[in-house]
């Protein structure tokens, strides 16, 4: 089967119907309802339900099957023109990324930089996506290993490396009322302060406090850890936010440790079970088994 029917078929899909499909392909509409037809024919089955005049396009059972397995086919393909590519123009290859949106910073400080060093000619595309857009970058290929705090949804469909645990601190502005001589803290201590969460930690510390019925002021939760820190260099809140070991902080902030032993996240690796890795990635996960 020629790989055009299957990109196209995921065009139908995308668009939403045949017709602003041929339009994006710059293709003949029946045409592509022919192509169409033929992929019917040679699954077996009807991938799509057509409704409302062909206006509008339902996937069936198998239409949802064989529309996962054309992305990945798709994806493939794309990747090993993509790593051809770098071979020829000099380059070691892309190694292709997700990961939240919180954790590029730590991934490149703890991750990447020494292994950019060990292999200088190899390049990086990150993807800072929510888990159900990390969920799909992997599952289509678009991306090859994820980088999240916790395991992926479906983790049976993956293969997964526990890497990295981050504590949670607490940041405090060096002029902060509420800041104390303690240089470690108990969650009871962090009642009624203004607290500002990055997004990747706020649901375990938030599941915490209330199961032990300590009542907390949530002021902001944020996307990235970055924003959570400002508030707390503009000395308008509490930065509660994971950390890395030798991690550096601005001048102005005071680290405070928070003493509880589920209050921390584990860094996770994790790439598709069964499907075959590019030569970068397989480097990458060496260097991470053997670091």
Not at 122 to 145: G, H, M, R, V, Y
Not at 221 to 245: C, H, M
Request: overall charge positive; aromatic content about 8%.
């Amino acid at each position: 089967m020629d790989i055009e029917f299957y990109r196209n078929f995921l065009t139908i899909v995308n668009a939403g119907s045949i017709s602003a499909a041929a339009k994006r392909l710059a293709i003949a509409q029946p045409a592509l309802s022919n192509q169409l037809k033929i992929l019917n024919k040679h699954i077996g089955a009807p991938l799509l339900n057509v409704k409302r005049g062909g206006h509008f396009l339902e996937l069936t059972e198998e239409g949802k099957i064989f529309y996962n397995k054309a992305q990945y086919i798709c994806g493939m393909e794309d990747a090993a023109l993509k790593e051809i590519k770098d071979v020829q123009n000099g380059s070691g290859g892309t190694l292709r990324i997700s990961l939240s949106p919180s954790m590029s910073i730590s991934v490149i400080k703890t991750y990447l930089t020494e292994f950019t060093k060990l292999n200088p000619k190899i390049n990086f595309e990150l993807f800072e996506a929510s888990p159900d857009e990390q969920l799909k970058q992997l599952l289509s290929s678009e991306t090859e290993i994820g980088v999240t705090n916790g395991p992926l949804k479906q983790p049976f469909l993956f293969e997964t490396i526990n890497q990295k645990r981050e504590n949670l601190v607490a940041l405090f502005h060096k002029k902060s009322p509420y800041i104390s001589s303690k240089s470690v803290l108990l969650l009871e201590d962090l009642e009624k302060m203004p607290l500002c969460l990055s997004r990747g930690c706020a649901e375990l510390f938030n599941t915490i406090c209330q199961e032990q019925h300590i009542s907390t002021h949530i002021l902001s939760i944020t996307t990235t850890k970055l924003s959570a820190i400002a508030w707390a260099e503009q000395n308008i809140g509490i930065a509660i936010v994971p950390t890395f070991k030798g991690e550096i902080f601005p001048k102005n902030l005071i680290m405070k440790t928070i003493k509880h032993p589920r209050l921390y996240l584990t860094t996770t690796i994790s790439f598709v079970k069964d499907r075959p890795l590019s030569a970068v990635a397989k480097l990458f996960l060496d260097y991470l088994n053997n670091k």
